[in-house]
């Protein structure tokens, strides 16, 4: 058996050997070979149960080569058995079975029989399966991509079908279920290899969503192609397959569900793509892109939320698929509602329909979802009604075109500069295109609402439009046709100039009917329209007449200008030339035709005469303009003001040299330049130089020059006003204040006003002359300008200086200086009296005044002190000593001291708050000199007690040291005895050495009365000299400590003294303290060799010199070592013998000073190893210093640092402060590399360094290291190097900063946008020039505050700053120009406005034209600097402006002029009035805006004027409701003549009285109701206006309801209000049956309506009525209704008390709301509130 399965086959296991066999029993045989038949059957049977669904019951794939390979298998398999049991061994055992009688024998077989079937099935299945391998092998295999395996189905399904119909085991369909499904598994394998889960993903993350949708429809297609091929060859079959779909499909359907639902995905993605491109518009635009935007982010967060599934979305198997899918379409479709919120929002906020159909264009893709789709649909039958409306208007507006067209009206359509015809043509057109883009688009966009019946009534309506505007064109041109002959043979006979009304001047007489042809037919070819022949001849020679009448328009131009613009003084210079001119061109209006051959001749003659002429006069205009600009070269300030302050010499020997050097000279040029211009103007003209005419000429030019000069003084006075007026921040002038060296005062230099006087002979300085001299002599120069000018009128002599100083305004210019100048002199004697608090410094002497505190001090403090004589005299004797000496011995208190140094130092922190400079007015005054003295003068009085008290403390500590120096030596010597006079000698001179130390110890204790000792008074004096920054050293103070100390040494060493005269004392303790001196003499010598040997103030750092130095602490470490142990032998003696220690701490404290001192060495031989390292470092290579800086900042900070405790004592030493000094060398030299290193840094900052180093630097050397850089000794000029960076950091920013100024104004130009209907281009989007201007401005005023750094652009800057400063302006003006033009322009073209304001309509043109000439220049170059820096350009626009406004102040004032006499007129916009007035002459055109002065009307119905001339109809007999069409005639005819706003005056009170009039004939026939069948009130209503049938049925109802309440409250009958009831109830009921016709207009459905309205709301009120039981009509519930009252021939209106008459304005077929409870309360109010109740 195991054999069986490795070969794989079913292999019979046989029983023992036939000779094991023989020698059983036959029992034992037939059990053993019953055990064995068992055995074969098990296997067998499961070999014949196999079947090829098995792998698909298992949940397995396989594919069709599996169920080939499964029935080749098995009919080997079987083969094999046959095999085993037909063999001879099997055979004899089922012989000996049979002879055992075993049942086993027949059951097995039978089992062969099966096997045998079954084998030839599987032989025959697999003969046929074999036949159809090769395509199942295609199928399966890589040989075909997916794509193509359609290819495949035929032939497959063919052989399935070929198998069918012959095999006779094959054709069950089991097997064809079976073979299906595994081809079906085949194709869903191949299909995820073509496209799986993850690349789909991978796809739509990319942005392939089109391939991805693309893979996932051949997927879906090839699937779907087999199945069709199935059912094919299904249906072709004889016998059939009777097999359900669901049965072979189940997985491949499952699969093809799961691409539809992937497909959809896709398609999803791809249509909500787009709305990352949509922008919507309309006012709500924004908002709802945003929303849109919104959705789309909210989508692709549900697509990243959907793309998470961890699963194949592929595999069918997985049913969580279907759950996240699910989650995907709801989310979807809640986006896809918000969508369509977004869209009926957009929809309805957009007013046209181009709009809407674009809207929907964007929406394409989208729109085919259900969700959107069907709000479609609603959107489509809006779009039709929208353009059936539309369709209406081109209707109505072609209908009254045309009407205005063939009236010739003004209000034509015909657009602006086109001609009559062509203007018709083109009008149409526009039409035609209006109405056709909307229907092109409605046909296109949805196929479905073409069968609905709005779009057939469009597209009628369409149809018709389009059929009557074409014949309409048709007429217009066949009507042109006809009258081409009649205008153009007669007006070429014309003469071809004429006079103007005027009588002098002339006008070319080309016929405007001529013009009129040639622009037809020049418009008529532009739109591909055939013309007559006549009018192509005549157009033909176009450009002739063109040329011929622009040559006679510049000859009579020429001429009219000469004629016009020559004032009397010059007209006479040219009489002969002007008489021969108009002579010439005189036959042009009676000689010459256009038609004349020899007009060509007479053009070029009386060309050639009229330039001759203007030449001259222009040559005369052209001398005088000469003389203009000469003269305006000097009409400006003559100096200009600096960038700084200067000093008045400065400033004046500035100006001086320029004028003298420079001003001068071309002024005397001017002059004569002017005097040579009039005498060859006259060479020009040839005149008699002696003639009055020419004289008179001379005198004209001379009064020129003298404004010109008279304007070019005051220029510079006003400049000198501006700048010394006391509103200015910016100072001219720069003065010191200083401390007068003679006068020991504060004083300005210059002075404001030359107070001293020169001595005879004495020279004043110029340098001295004060500012008031100056700027009066400024004043002298500028009027000296008058004296360099000749004068040119008869005089030939003399200057204008007279005229100048004559002169009015001069003179008050140079009164307002004066005043200014005194205005200056008055601050700045109020700001020197801040200094007044200093004045003790130079007012007082300073030894006296120390003196004198001195004095007073000490006699105040000291009090008397009783003494006997002989304590006196002790004392006296002792302050006599040399302690005493040198040094007061009544000093004042130190507090006193304390107090008046404390007073000095306030006062000098009071003085370094003196600021450098200060800016009154016009003036600097510079007070840092002054600054400067006073300080130096307030540090000798702080020195001069400061010093007192240090010399007073540094002499007693002197004389203290010296008095115990003396007394330590005088004890020393004691004699052996007193034998000798020598010995005696000796012993009283130490005791006198012994009793003073002890009396001055003793007084030392006691001194000042205070109980201080010397030594606490010593302290204190140091502790008041520190608090004020007073230098004590530290050895100072050690000494006032040790002197302590030694006083009490000095008494102790008395004691032992006395104790060595007493003979007791032993030889031996002599000795030993012989002994002890003698060695505390060798420590002190020891000591100081200590100090003036080891390396204390050693400044050299060499490695030799730091190699000696730790020699010597080596050495002198091994020497105190020494001194300690011979220390410690002395003080045991002393010990030893009861003697007082010696004290060795010396020792040990110049020990530890020995170790602070290698310490201190130890720093110094590491950072001069760190700057061994970095001085060979090459300066290319230096990158960056700051890894060095911060090496220095620790070892100073840290190491080095004042709190390090060992640095306390070493930072005295010199070699310490000579490390300090070298470090800071370093760090500064650092700093000042890394800041050299910037790139800011350029050669010229290189050459500047050079010049204040006075060195060469050659950085370019590669050899160049920091060495050498230390080397230059840049440590002293830090402030220098610093300054340079700073400058060149600064000077780098501005370049940048100017480097883009100019080049972003280098290429901005204005946006310009055509004015509709004009040809002028305006400015448009200014908004980032002006911020950029703006920016600019600050900047450039920023750099120039800089004035440091900005030197070197000084030049660019203010040329930046000029031009940013006057394009500001410019265009500052320009835009105010520009909107009153846009306002006024329209305005001022019209003639019913032009006539009423001539003035204004004047001046207007006349800035209109030269504002599109500049428009036109900018439109040419629209640069914005090219723009706005044309000189002149500014004065041009404000004078434009000024101008500009003038006229609209008239057309204000003319409007207003209006208003009162038609009040409504405030109910209109300046706008509609003007538009109003503009037509005042064309009633026809003023109802455009009726409805805005009466609300309920639209328009008046005119009468067709009987006069044929009458081109505009007067009189009117109707007016149109403004909201649902009804029309009510006027009781008698309306006539709208006269001025507009008196006959719209006379309107108001003609609708009053038509209202009034059929109120009244309405209300009689009301009351006769139901009277008859012809008199109901449904007619009575249909025939009345809809306000009236509304106002009738209120005043019956109140008349009906108030005669309910009388009865009741009379005759008491309580069904009276009951039966009113009733017949409103019916009367509703009627109007409701009425309103239920389908044939009702809309007019009287809206009548009816308003009616039930109001009849519903009577119906409440007496229902209310009833129940409250109302008898009376002075009840509260009655009087608070709203009741209409007819009281012949009027309407009285009345509730709660309140009444007033109606009002009767119309207000037309208006909808009416429901009528509460609540709007008869607001009725009261307003009734209270307003005269005119609105129904």
Known sequence: MVIGEVAGRTQLPLPFQDETLQVMNNKERAHVLETAIITWQKQIKAVLTQDPESLLKQGQDPNPLKEIEFWQNRSRNLEHILRQINSDRILKYLKDLERSKSAYSKNFNELKKEVMKAYKEADSNYTYLLTIAGLFEDLVGDSIEFPKLPELFQPIMHMIHLIWDHSSHYNTTPRLVVLIREICNAIISKAKKFIDGGMLFAMVTSGDNEEALTKLTITYEVCTKFKSAYYEYKSKVKTPWNVTANAVFYKLDSFMDRCQDLMQFVSTIIQFTKLSRIELGGTKGNNLSLSLNQVYEEFKEVVEEFKKVSFDILDTSIKEFDEEFLKFRTRVKELERRIGAILNQSFEDLDTIIAKLKLLESFEGLLSRQILHDELEKKYIVLLDMFKTDLIKVQA???????????????????????????????????????????????DSNKSIQEREEYKDVNKLYISIMKMLKEFEASK?????????????????????????????????????????????????LLDKDVPEKAKEVFAKADTYRQQTCQLEYIVDINNEILTTLNPVQAPLFNERIERMEEQLNEGTDKYQWVSEKLTEFITVSKHEVTEVNKLVLQMKNAELKIKQSMMKWNKPMMEKKNKPQSPYELYEGFSANFDSDLCVRMKESAKDISATVSGLGDILKVQKTSAEWQEYESYVNCMVIMDIVEAVKKSLEFLKLVTSYQKADPIFEINLLLDEEDKCPAFSPPLINTKVPKGGEKVDPRDKSVRDVIFSLIATFMQLAAYFIRLDGKKTGDFLK?????????????????????????????????????????????????????TSTEKVEEPVEEDDEEAEERQKILNRTIFKGVATTLPPLHLFDAEIARLTAVEGRIAEISDYIDINWIRIKSDKLRQSLNEEIRRWIDKYSSYLRNDLMQKLANLQEFTKAVEEGIKDIPEGTDTPEQKAQLDKVMNLLRDMKEVYEMSRKENQNKQTMIDLLRETVQVLKKHGITIDEQVIDQIENAKSSLKDINTKSSEARELINPLQTKETENIKAESKIFLKSVEDFLGEFKANLPYDTTEASPETINQSYALIELYFDRIGTFEEE???????????????????????????????????????????????????PWKEIRSTEDMIQELRTIREKVMAPTHPKNKQIKKWGAFRALEERIKQMYIVLQQVDKLHSDCIKQRHWNQLMKIIKQEINIGNPNFCLNDLIQLKLFDFQDDVNELHALAAKEAQMEKQLIQIEAFWDNTEFNLEIKK???????????????????????????????????????????????????????????????????????????????????????????????????KETQENPK????????????????????MEDCNKSLKEYIESKRKIFPRFYFLSPEQITDILAHATDPTSVTIHISSCFEGIKTLRFIKPDDPEATVPKACDAMESRHDPELIQFHELFDCTGAVEVWLKRLEEHMQKTIKHILKIAKANAD?????PEHTREKWIEESPSQIALLGSQIIWTEEVRNAIRNYSESGSESALKECLEVVKTRIGKLIERVRELTLTRNFRSKIMIVITNDVHGRDIIERLIISRISD??????????????????????????NTGYGYEYVGNIIRLVITPLTDRCYICLLYTSPSPRD
């Open 1424 to 1443: 914005v600097t090219q723009a706005c820096l044309v000189q002149g350009r500014e004065e041009m626009f404000e004078e434009m402006y000024n101008e």
């Open 1568 to 1572: 006769t109701w139901e009277s008859s």
């Open 1127 to 1177: 220390a410690k032998v002395l003080k045991a003696k002393e010990a030893l013998f009861g003697l007082q220690r010696t004290d060795f701490k010396k020792l040990k404290e110049y020990k530890n000073e020995l170790k602070l001192l290698k310490y201190m060495w130890d720093m110094i031989a590491y950072v001069e190893g760190l700057f061994e390292d970095w001085r060979v470092m």
């Open 803 to 855: 005229e100048i100083t004559d002169d009015f305004e001069v003179s008050e210019l140079v009164t307002c200086i004066s005043n200014n100048i005194f205005s200056l002199e008055s601050a700045v004697a109020k700001y020197s009296t801040k200094f007044d608090e200093f004045q003790f410094l130079w007012a007082e002497d300073l030894e006296a005044t120390f003196q004198n505190f001195l004095d």
């Open 1317 to 1415: 209907g004009t040809e002028i281009a305006l400015l448009t989007k200014l908004d980032d020039i002006i911020t950029r201007i703006e920016d600019d401005a600050q900047k450039l005023s920023n750099m120039l505050s800089q004035r440091k750094y900005v030197k070197y652009f000084e030049e660019r800057v203010l040329k930046l700053q000029e031009n940013n400063k006057q394009m500001n302006s410019v265009i500052e003006w320009w835009i105010k120009v520009q909107r009153k033009w846009e306002g006024l322009e329209p305005i001022f073209t019209k003639d019913d406005i032009r006539g009423p304001l001539p003035d204004a309509t004047k001046k207007f043109e006349g800035n209109s034209e030269l504002f599109k000439k500049t428009m």
């Open 477 to 525: 041109i066949t009507e042109w046709e006809g009258t081409v002959d009649a205008s153009s043979e007669a007006k070429l006979l014309l003469p071809v100039l004429k006079k103007n009304p005027d009588g002098v001047t002339m006008m070319v007489n080309f016929d405007q009917a001529l013009v009129d042809l040639l622009r037809e037919v020049k418009y008529l070819l």
């Open 397 to 443: 507006l072609f209908l009254n075109g045309k009407k205005l067209i063939e009236e010739s009206d003004p209000q034509s359509p015909i657009p602006v500069g086109m001609p009559p015809v062509a203007g018709t043509l083109n009008w149409v057109r526009g039409l035609e295109e209006r109405i056709r883009e909307p229907m092109e688009k409605l046909s």
């Open 1673 to 1698: 009509e002075s009840s509260f519930a009655w009087q608070s209704q709203l009741k209409f009252d007819w009281k012949d021939p009027d309407c009285q209106i009345s509730i709660a008390g309140w």
